[in-house]
């Protein structure tokens, strides 16, 4: 087990309901939880991806076109650090960004940021490099041990 910790700030302000859901994924509002998911895919220089802890569910909808409603295009993904929620394909899938993440614009919410332990993810993005056909990897043994609020 890894001793190390990312620090979250959540953008509460400006995209509350993406910053709901994933406040409940990190705790025990859902049958569904973070802790012990992967993450499971980097894309270099770019964001690393994890979270699928739900394929899918009949509440999903309802929270997707509540975020795209409220938050969609709102913040660009422009920089490393960030917190964004995927909305095109598993409603708790998010990705951490690496640098700025254009392709992202449209289809995440920016939803927070790493206030500590960016080093983290560099470690983890820069430890790739066979990539596939769109320049990612997947990413194997890289779990999250424990999540919540403090």
Do not use: W
Request: contains cysteine; charged residues 25%.
């Amino acid at each position: 087990m890894c001793d190390q910790s990312i620090i979250i700030k959540l953008f509460d302000t400006v995209a509350s309901v993406a910053c709901d859901l994933f406040r409940g994924c990190c705790g025990s509002k859902y049958n569904y939880n973070y802790e012990g998911s992967t993450l499971n895919y980097v894309m270099k220089n770019k964001f690393i991806t994890g979270g699928d802890v739900l394929i899918s569910n009949s509440d999903g909808s309802k929270f997707i076109n509540k975020i795209k409603e409220k938050h969609l295009n709102s913040l660009l993904h422009d920089r490393e650090g960030l917190i964004t929620m995927d909305l095109s394909k598993s409603l708790t899938r998010f990705s951490i960004t690496s640098g700025p993440a254009e392709t992202l614009n449209g289809n995440s919410v920016v939803f927070g940021e790493i206030i500590n332990g960016m080093e983290i993810i560099q470690s983890i993005a820069d430890r790739y490099q066979d990539v596939d056909a769109d320049g990612g990897a997947r990413l194997t043994n890289i779990k999250i041990y424990s999540c919540g609020e403090k």
